[in-house]
């Protein structure tokens, strides 16, 4: 008798410790996705475009005789956009990836506000352009930096 | 117009600092080059003000833009802070998951 009470007992142990791992197993916390070398990649292509985009109207352009009429620049625009939209979906559909997502939705909002001004006062002064390169060429590195911090998860800063 | 950069500066750093404290160390280095590219826009903002390229209306709209420069860069600071939570917190469950396997090979 004693010694079913004991071989009971034991199994009763072991059912817990084993119920417990398999708990502890599917128990990871979670606070952000994992880092994704493609959009990594895609913002990294994206940051090149834009800078390409403003470094060229300063170098190829100039804001006289309607050098930078925006008619000139509009499909450049709507590429540049066209990646953005994509790194926004991109961005948007991944769970808790919040903090990336905003910082795609600032670089979009002011991408469009920049695009209304130039639009508006068809023209754009050196200083604006190298303005403008300098705020996206920042937020692009913000978004970099969410991008690549994902990595801490599995690999420590050195 | 009475407005001292590295004041502002200094003024955001003590402010991440408290927000992120015990990630400090981690995300210093971010957080430098961040106020860094910053100090380097207002000064450009500021010159094109004083030489008279942009308007008092869109100099204040520009210095609006800032705030939202700022958002995108507090977003990737909460990142970098989450992962090493997400980290630790992870590496505290292992260990609890690897003594939870000594136990069981102890009763067998």
Same mark, same amino acid.
């Not at chain 2, 992120?20 to 590219?37: G, I, M, P, S």
């Not at chain 2, 992962?83 to 609890?96: G, P, R, S």
């Given at each position: 008798?004693?010694?079913?009470?004991?071989?009971?007992?034991?199994?009763?142990?072991?059912?817990?410790?084993?119920?417990?791992?398999?708990?502890?197993?599917?128990?990871?916390?979670?606070?952000?996705?994992?880092?994704?070398?493609?959009?990594?990649?895609?913002?990294?292509?994206?940051?090149?475009?834009?800078?390409?985009?403003?470094?060229?109207?300063?170098?190829?352009?100039?804001?006289?005789?309607?050098?930078?009429?925006?008619?000139?620049?509009?499909?450049?625009?709507?590429?540049?956009?066209?990646?953005?939209?994509?790194?926004?979906?991109?961005?948007?559909?991944?769970?808790?990836?919040?903090?990336?997502?905003?910082?795609?939705?600032?670089?979009?909002?002011?991408?469009?506000?920049?695009?209304?001004?130039?639009?508006?006062?068809?023209?754009?002064?050196?200083?604006?352009?190298?303005?403008?390169?300098?705020?996206?060429?920042?937020?692009?590195?913000?978004?970099?930096?969410?991008?690549?911090?994902?990595?801490?998860?599995?690999?420590?800063?050195? | 117009?009475?407005?001292?950069?590295?004041?502002?500066?200094?003024?955001?750093?003590?402010?991440?600092?408290?927000?992120?404290?015990?990630?400090?160390?981690?995300?210093?280095?971010?957080?430098?080059?961040?106020?860094?590219?910053?100090? %380097?826009? #207002?000064?450009?903002? /500021? +010159? !094109?003000?004083?030489?008279?390229?942009? =308007?008092?209306?869109?100099?204040?709209?520009?210095?609006?833009? %800032?705030? #939202?420069?700022?958002? /995108? +860069? !507090?977003?990737?600071?909460?990142?970098? =802070?989450?992962?090493?939570?997400?980290?630790?917190?992870?590496?505290?469950?292992?260990?609890?998951?690897?003594?939870?396997?000594?136990?069981?090979?102890?009763?067998?």
């Amino acid at each position: 008798m004693k010694q079913q009470v004991y071989f009971y007992s034991k199994r009763i142990i072991i059912s817990v410790i084993l119920i417990s791992i398999i708990a502890l197993n599917s128990c990871k916390v979670t606070f952000i996705p994992s880092y994704d070398a493609d959009i990594s990649e895609q913002i990294d292509n994206t940051a090149k475009a834009v800078d390409k985009f403003y470094l060229s109207m300063l170098e190829t352009t100039s804001d006289e005789n309607d050098g930078r009429a925006y008619e000139k620049f509009s499909e450049q625009y709507v590429n540049i956009e066209v990646e953005l939209n994509s790194l926004l979906n991109k961005n948007k559909i991944r769970p808790l990836n919040e903090n990336s997502t905003r910082i795609c939705e600032i670089t979009i909002q002011l991408l469009e506000k920049y695009k209304q001004e130039h639009k508006d006062d068809n023209t754009l002064s050196d200083g604006l352009v190298k303005l403008n390169r300098k705020t996206f060429c920042d937020l692009f590195y913000a978004m970099q930096v969410a991008e690549k911090g994902k990595e801490i998860i599995n690999n420590p800063p050195k | 117009m009475n407005f001292d950069i590295n004041e502002v500066l200094a003024d955001m750093l003590s402010a991440i600092k408290d927000i992120v404290k015990d990630n400090w160390d981690e995300v210093k280095a971010t957080a430098n080059q961040f106020l860094q590219r910053k100090k %380097e826009r #207002l000064e450009l903002l /500021a +010159e !094109l003000r004083i030489n008279g390229e942009l =308007s008092q209306e869109k100099f204040e709209s520009r210095l609006s833009d %800032e705030k #939202l420069v700022v958002e /995108a +860069e !507090l977003h990737a600071i909460a990142v970098i =802070s989450k992962a090493i939570a997400q980290k630790a917190a992870n590496a505290a469950m292992d260990i609890l998951e690897k003594a939870v396997k000594v136990a069981i090979e102890t009763a067998l």
